[in-house]
């Protein structure tokens, strides 16, 4: 597609429920990345993805966080036993590789709110 | 590790006039600098970056920055605000060191006003 796509772009949910957020990242784009922007806040760093594997997971909150991505394409953020600390805008971004200093382009995120 | 400092929350200016938000950053090495924009329930949309060459970078929308190394800035300006420039704008380094994440600073939102 054109851009970087995310679903749903709202979720609630209520505590302790799982989530799973999906970005489908620019056709072509080999990184994939995932951040977490809470209200107010700059942007937290999640995870990296290079093609499927992800070599770099060192933003991942807790172990109840994780991610996977198939096909070089669709990545998929899944929360389980979601807290209200949770709660905030999960932003996806695609880059191409090749160049050095390639801009991340993003998504419009998915704003998730656990009551 | 690297980090990225804006030190203003919020930057007023009146429409017309230079407008300038500043960024410092802490990387070993040289850096890979970035500004990004966002606009409310969008996401963050590419500004201009700053590699290697010039220190002042051109990029979208008649914004420009300023790289300088000796003051570890990379302050982001515009000759002439529009009101429609006013959003969030964030910095952003790139450790040429290793790994592909960006370090975000915490944001400044412009206000530019008629």
């Known amino acids: 597609g054109a851009g970087v796509s995310q679903s749903p772009s709202n979720k609630v949910t209520e505590k302790g429920k799982d989530v799973e957020l999906r970005c489908d990242p620019i056709?072509?784009?080999?990184?994939l990345y995932w951040y977490r922007q809470r209200l107010g806040q700059g942007l937290e760093f999640l995870i990296y993805?290079?093609?499927?594997?992800?070599?770099?997971k060192s933003g991942l909150p807790s172990d109840r966080f994780s991610a996977e991505r198939t096909g070089e394409s669709v990545s998929t953020l899944t929360i389980q036993r979601t807290q209200q600390e949770d709660s905030a805008v999960y932003l996806c971004?695609?880059?191409?590789?090749?160049?050095?200093?390639?801009?991340?382009?993003f998504g419009d995120g998915t704003r998730l709110s656990i009551l | 590790a690297q980090s990225v400092a804006q030190p203003e929350d919020q930057v007023n200016v009146a429409e017309g006039n230079p407008l300038t938000v500043k960024c410092t950053y802490s990387v070993s090495g040289n850096p890979y600098l970035f500004w990004y924009v966002q606009y409310p329930n969008r996401g963050l949309q590419f500004l201009l970056k700053?590699?290697?060459?010039?220190?002042l970078v051109k990029g979208s929308y008649g914004f420009e920055a300023e790289f300088n190394k000796s003051q570890t800035s990379f302050h982001l300006k515009k000759p002439s605000a529009l009101v429609s420039d006013s959003a969030l704008y964030f910095c952003a380094v790139r450790d040429r060191g290793g790994g592909n994440k960006l370090t975000f600073g915490t944001g400044t939102q412009l206000k530019v006003e008629l």
């Open positions: 700053y590699i290697t060459g010039d220190n």
């Open positions: 971004a695609s880059s191409a590789q090749g160049q050095v200093g390639q801009p991340q382009h």
């Open positions: 993805f290079q093609g499927n594997s992800a070599p770099d």
């Open positions: 056709s072509g784009h080999t990184a």
